[in-house]
């Protein structure tokens, strides 16, 4: 079963998708960790998506939709993929048809997160992850078990994003409002919409989106 998280930053879309990955085996493809990927080498695309990145504008349909596809590729056959992320734009949402069907994939739904936006700056403000493992964490809504030592590896470095800064956060919702929530009629037209509330807390928010895939 094939799947997109769809929902502005800071809606809770990585930390569900992690969540899928360790219940149901789901594969998790982030175009924004592959992306922190891709601007860690030193290169030109990598200063050029740094860039892009920072400034919290989309980096451009051709690459994002490259990678889903290289990625996919990858993937045996029957293992159901989280898009989280991706498509963002028009544009992307009409190459995923396309690579789906080339690859035989159908999509079975798209879980549209439903959030304040208020809440938004607060929750990315506070957000940070393992060093080691990549597991999310929040400074008030999701802390360790152990103070310093990640529940999932064990280990004690955590980093935060330097998109996380509310200037930053400010484009990166501006470009959702323009031109990612507009691909959610594509996508309404064939009945695959489901929205579920994600001001709840992160384990109800999780049980939400089960009962829409699973019952
Ligand atoms: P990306 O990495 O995709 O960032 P984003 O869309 O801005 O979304 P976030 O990762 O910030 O939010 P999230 O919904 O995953 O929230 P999370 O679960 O972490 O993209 C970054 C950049 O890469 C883009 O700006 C763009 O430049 C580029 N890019 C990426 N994909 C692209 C594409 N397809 N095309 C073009 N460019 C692309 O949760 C946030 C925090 O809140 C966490 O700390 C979490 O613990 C907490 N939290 C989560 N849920 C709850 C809850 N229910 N209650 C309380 N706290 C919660
Ligand atoms: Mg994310």
Redesign the pocket.
Known sequence: MDIILL?P???????QAQRLVDRRGMVQL???DM?RETRKADSELGRQVAA??DS????SDEI?SAMIDAKLETLPVGTGVIF?????TAA?AHSLDTILAGRNRTLAHVIELDVNEDALVE??V??YTCAACGK???DT??QPLVAGTCDKCGGHEFKRRP?DNEQTVRT?MAEYRAKTAPILPIYGARGIVAQVD?M???DA?TGAIETVLFN
């Open positions: 929902g930053p800071g809606a809770g879309k990585g930390t982030s175009t924004g992306l892009v990145m919290g504008a989309l980096v994002v989280d992320g991706y498509p963002r992307q929750r990315i506070g957000r999310g964490y929040h809504f999701e998109d990166r994600g709840a807390d992160i928010v």
